[in-house]
């Protein structure tokens, strides 16, 4: 096994994930956009996962995750925080559905 294939689960998989999540959580309650970008730059791989990969509706997870992420980081650099952290519950909302769907996936 190659160093490359050990890898894809971390940058793809929910370990990323998690840690963009909380990037995400930092950025907002300490309202610094750096952690902000920080959390779209590490969401980026599993979003192109579902865009590129995935088939059918799950397609549109990944564009959301994107779309939200990108729509809250304008809101916010114009200030308008409430809104930004409303798209910022969205990426929450599809990752919560995304992690119900992974854990009752029948065996």
Excluded: H, R
Aim: glycine share 12%; proline share 4%; aromatic share 18%.
């Amino acid at each position: 096994m190659d160093l490359f294939s050990s890898l894809m689960p971390a940058i793809f998989g929910w370990p990323l994930v998690l840690v963009g999540a909380a990037m995400l959580l930092a950025g907002m309650i300490l309202k610094k956009i750096v952690y902000l970008i920080l959390s779209l730059v590490f969401m980026l791989p599993f979003s192109f996962y579902f865009l590129y990969w995935a088939e059918g509706i799950a397609k549109l997870y990944g564009g959301g995750i994107l779309l939200f992420l990108l729509g809250g980081l304008v809101l916010f650099k114009l200030g308008q925080k409430i809104l930004s952290t409303l798209f910022f519950l969205g990426v929450y909302g599809i990752l919560a559905y995304i992690a119900y769907l992974v854990l009752t996936q029948p065996k």
